[in-house]
Every structure is written in structure tokens, then in C-alpha cells.
């Protein structure tokens, strides 16, 4: 019966679904997690990168972490030939909000602008949507720090912590049982590694299948976005003590 | 008089060091003969390349905010700062897209490169070709006084204070025979390790 | 010949417009008000062509509304100027320009005053004090002499009093005198001159 109203996007089915949409949800349900906790001080987001061959070269910089402008970095769950379109819209739409304003855009903003495009593929004929989910992270001098996700359907929500992509039922299980309100950057980002090391299926974290991203205030007030480097990110797996948890576990 | 380029009015002026470069521009805003602001800088830096861009002032103030979106998205594509080559490349194409109805600018750049340390400086004309030079630029409504003063108190190899003293001279002096530049400038001297600003108080008048 | 002056003072900014409104050597009207109220705390003084300048700026007053509605907070002064000159500069460039002076001034969040100058270029230009046209040519140096960072609202009025003055003596039509406007952050008013 559903594969009637399966093809199209922008046709609902009789029970009033948009197959395409929930189809495209599924697919970022089985892409690598990407989790993003908020502190007081700053934001952590770290995702799991999928390493599907040895014998694939490995790309030096980040694959799921992207810096959108001087405010704002994001994670992605899902389709990351998809994501690359969409950042590059973002990136682009946030200079040229800056062009007439002179003022970076407010964070919301450009997650309501990006998400206007998602939703436009769940309406319009004929195309599929983009099959990404994002976690946007950033700060602006109304609202401070703040952590939003969004999805194929173009709906978007803001979180104090939150997961997206594989498992992230179970990640945001733990994430609600362990958040607290005066959690600091420090906390925030040990506890991503906990939380990413206890969901993933991988046995072992390492800086090959961890991505690390933050967002924290520098001492002159200036906002600091920083895409982790492997060795920071090797660093960082010793320090949090996720690497003896999970042999614990074992 | 109705030139477009000499409208606001301003000048600037790019000079190679020893290992460093400096670049200076006036802060005059004007409308015609009326001055209009002394605070108009006309240098603006994208990371470590220096950019002077003379002319009519809105075109200043718009091909300064293309080009910070242009070297903005640069950096996040390519996850490195744009080099003084490359922009300088980047400048001339960009302002030859507008070959049949030109941006009204001079633009001057000026840098180290950041793996190589070696001084770059070049000039434009406003469609885009560029001026390569090795020891000195100059733009804008001053710009025949400041080849002159340039070709007076020039020598190669200056150390950034010596640099200073020389671009701080020429430009002061050439703004002085010209009605329309002038009150008061801003000069950068650029090392490997350091960027120094620098204000100039002058005549103001 | 219209007059369009700002002067930003510590806590406010002060508009004065000329009244008469003209065409070629008649005055239609004593009564002309140059100004519009482009949000709770930010306004703009116009001049230039009769029809583009009440046009230009129904139509930055109708953005910055709808920017209000949009994103749930009032542009600020800067943002203002900036969009102001950003359609100006596109303006500019297009088949029929928009031939329009501006002064752009309001209080900002901190209650402090904003003053910004565009011409129909697309010259924008932050200013203490600041005018239009042949106004400019009589008044600038009294302001240049008189003016001090962080005046108060009294001694402002004094000064535009001033400027008043020496326009009346100076500018060879009578301007009907001048429509005064303060903003600050209680707001933008009017008041008696």
C-alpha cells in the first residue's frame, strides 16, 4: 500500500506520512552519532567517523565538523555528500548576512535559513531531501551559547545536550540522567567522550574514529570555535579516562 | 569634477623592507572641496594581507566587504589564510568581472607570505591589471606627489623603523600638496612576527 | 536647499529638518516633516529627489519592521546604517537610482547616541554631528568649534540654536524654521524649538 506514496516526497500517504522524509530519518539513524553538550562556558560537540577501510586514505581535517562562520561550527549525522551542499549554503548566506548588517547573524537565524531550504524538499516536486541531520553550536550576545538540531523535515529545536545519528536514543538516556545546569566546558566535553565511548559500537576510541569540536569565549570576549586536531583529540581520549572505562567494561 | 574617483578624495602607499612591508593611507572623507571626516580609513587587512583601496568611498567601503566575504569563505574552504599572491590574483579578477561598469577604486596590496616570509606589494588600476613592483605602490589623489616623494626618499632593504620613517615622510609630504587628501593617516608596519599600527597626526587642513 | 542636521550627544541623538517643503522656487508647505521613525528608538532624516526620498524610505522603514517581526528583536542603529547603505550602494548601480540623502540616528541598547551619514552614493560615514547640502557649508564649523564628545541634551539644543541662527542670517530662502526631534533611549519625540 505505502509503496503508492513511497516515490514522491511531497505526497502524503493515507495515514498522512511523508515516506521520503521518514526515509531520510532512518538513513541518519544509521549514520555515525554526533553528540553536543552545553555548558555554562562553552559548547562540546563530538561525533564518531565511520572507518570503513584500512586501506582508506584518511582525510587529515575534520569530516563532520565545519566551521560556519565566526560564531558558529556544526556536527552532521548522515549523508556528508549532502552536508557539503548545505554548509556551503550556510557559509554563504551568513557572508552575505554580514555584507548588508555588518554583524554576524544571530545563531537561530541561520538554522531557521537552512532549515526554510530542508523544508522546501519535503514540499516542492520531484527532488529528495537532504538526507542530514546537524548539531549547530555557536554564540551570539542576545541568547549566549546555545545548541540546536536539525532534520530533513526542516524542524528544528534547541537543547541544553543532545545526539543525533546512530543510537542516539541511548545517548540522550545518559545524556539526561548525567547533565547538570553547572556543568563547564571541562565536564561538558568529558562527558561527550563518555557518552559517544558507552553508545558507539566501535571497541576502542581513537582520534581515527573520534571527531571533536568547541565553542568557548576567549579571555578578550571574542568567540573561540575549535575543530580538534587528531593528536589534540588522542590527548583529550587519555585525559577523559574513557579509554580505561571501556576496558573496565570489557 | 564629476570623476568619480576624486569625489571623496584619500590616498595610499605600499613600501618593501628588509624581511618587512608597510603600508599607509590618509583618513580624509570628503564631498568635493568639503571635508566631511577625519577618521575614513582606507587600509583593511584579511589575516596577514594588507589591502589599500582609494576612490570613490561607497566602492571602498563595498569592494572591502566583498572582499572580506571573498577571503572569509576562502579560509573556511581551504582552512588557511589567504597569501598576499593569491589575493593579489584573486583582486584582479574579481574587479575585471566589472570591466564595462568598474568598481571607481585603486587598490593597493601588501604582505609577507606566511610560509616563505618574503615581502609581496602590488597595485591596481580599477578593471584589474596588476603592477607588480618591488620596492613601492602608490593610489589615489595624491598619487603623482607620492611617486615623487617615494622616488625621492626611497632606498631598498630598510629595517622596519628606517621603512617607517620613509613611507611616513612621502605620504605626509604628498597629501600636503593635495587638496584632497590628508587629514591625518595610519600607517602598519608589517614583520614576520609582529603588526604595528601606527597613527600619524597632521596637518588638518 | 533642504536642511538636515544631526548632532549625537551623550545619552541622545537631535535631528533638526527644515519646514518648507519646495519645488523649484515656490514652497508648497511650512509644515514639512523630513523625518521618519523607523523603529521605537531609531529614526532618519531624508532629502534629495521629491518622491524618492519619501519612497526610499517608506521602503527601509517597511525592512526594518519587518526585520523586527522577523527576528524578534528591534535593529540596532549600526545594523540600520549598514542596510541603508547596502540598498543605496545596489541602488546606485541599477537603472534608476535613488537619489537620496540620509541621516540615520537613534539610542542604542547601552542608551548611548548613534549618528550616521549616507549620501545617495552609498557613502556612509559614522559622525559626531553631521549635515546635508548647503547646511553643511554653514554649520560645520560652528559645530566644529563648539562641539564636545559627551554633551548633555541642554547644551546640544544650545547649539542647534545656534546653527539655527546662522542659518537664518546665511541661507538665501526662508526654511520656515525647524522641526526638532530627540531620540533616546525613552524613545523618539518631538519638541517645541
Known sequence: ?250 | MSDPSSINGGTAVAMVGKDCIAIASDMRLGSQSLGVSNNFEKIFNYDHVFFGLTGLASDVITVNENFRTKTNLYKMREERSIEPEKFANLVSSSLYERRFGPWFVGPIVAGLNSKTGKPFICGFDSIGCIDFAKDFVVSGTASDQLFGMCEALYEPNLEPEDLFECISQSLLNAADRDALSGWGAVVYIVTKDKVVKRYLKSRQD | ?193
Open chain 3, 1 to 193: 536647499m533642504d536642511i538636515i542636521l544631526g548632532i549625537r550627544l551623550k545619552e541622545s541623538t537631535l535631528f533638526a529638518t527644515s519646514k518648507a517643503f519646495t519645488r523649484g522656487i515656490s514652497v508648497l508647505k511650512a509644515t514639512d516633516d523630513k523625518t521618519i521613525d523607523l523603529n521605537t528608538h531609531n529614526m532618519m532624516a531624508y532629502t534629495g529627489e521629491s518622491g524618492d526620498t519619501t519612497q526610499f524610505a517608506e521602503h527601509i522603514k517597511a525592512n526594518v519592521q519587518l526585520f523586527g517581526l522577523r527576528e524578534g528583536y528591534d535593529m540596532e542603529s549600526s545594523e540600520i546604517a549598514s542596510f541603508v547603505r547596502n540598498q543605496l550602494a545596489t541602488s546606485l548601480r541599477s537603472r534608476k537610482p535613488y537619489q537620496v540623502q540620509v541621516l540615520i540616528g537613534g539610542a542604542n541598547n547601552e542608551g548611548e547616541g548613534f549618528l550616521s551619514m549616507i549620501d545617495y552614493l552609498g557613502t556612509r560615514c559614522d559622525l559626531p554631528y553631521a549635515a546635508h547640502g548647503y547646511a553643511a557649508f554653514y554649520t560645520m564649523s560652528l559645530l566644529d568649534h563648539h562641539y564636545k564628545d559627551d554633551i548633555s541634551l541642554d547644551d546640544g539644543l544650545r547649539l542647534l540654536k545656534l546653527c539655527e541662527e546662522e542659518l537664518t542670517k546665511r541661507m538665501p530662502m526662508d526654511f520656515k524654521g525647524l522641526n526638532v526631534k530627540i531620540v533616546d533611549k525613552e524613545g523618539i519625540r518631538t519638541i517645541d524649538f
Open chain 1, 1 to 250: 500500500m505505502s509503496r503508492r506514496y513511497d516515490s514522491r516526497t511531497t505526497i502524503f500517504s493515507p495515514e498522512g506520512r511523508l515516506y521520503q522524509v521518514e526515509y531520510a530519518l532512518e538513513a541518519i539513524n544509521h549514520a555515525g552519532t554526533a553528540i553536543g553538550i552545553m555548558a555554562k562556558d562553552g559548547i562540546a560537540i563530538v561525533a564518531e567517523r565511520k572507518v570503513t577501510s584500512k586501506l582508506l586514505e584518511q582525510d587529515s581535517s575534520a569530516e563532520k565538523m565545519y566551521i560556519l562562520n565566526e560564531n558558529t561550527l556544526c556536527g552532521v549525522a548522515g549523508m556528508t555528500a549532502d552536508a557539503g551542499i548545505l554548509i556551503n549554503y550556510i557559509r554563504e548566506s551568513s557572508q552575505e548576512y554580514l555584507k548588508i548588517y555588518n554583524k554576524e547573524p544571530p545563531l537561530e537565524h541561520i538554522v531557521k535559513h537552512v532549515c526554510n531550504l530542508k523544508q522546501g524538499y519535503t514540499q516542492y516536486g520531484g527532488l529528495r531531501p537532504f538526507g542530514v541531520s546537524f548539531l549547530f553550536a555557536g554564540y551570539d550576545d542576545r541568547f549566549g551559547f546555545q545548541l540546536y538540531t536539525s532534520n530533513p523535515s526542516g524542524n528544528y529545536s534547541g537543547w541544553k545536550a543532545t545526539s543525533i545519528g546512530a543510537n542516539n536514543s541511548s545517548a540522550q538516556t545518559i545524556l539526561k540522567q548525567e547533565y547538570k545546569d553547572d556543568l563547564d566546558l571541562e565536564d561538558a566535553k568529558k562527558l561527550a567522550l563518555k557518552v559517544l565511548s558507552k553508545t558507539t559500537d566501535s571497541t576502542k576510541l581513537t582520534s581515527e574514529k573520534v571527531e571533536f569540536s568547541t565553542v568557548s569565549l576567549a579571555s578578550n570576549g571574542h568567540v573561540q570555535l575549535k575543530i580538534w586536531k587528531p593528536e589534540e583529540i588522542d590527548k583529550l581520549l587519555q585525559e577523559s579516562g574513557v579509554l580505561e572505562d571501556t576496558e573496565e567494561d570489557k
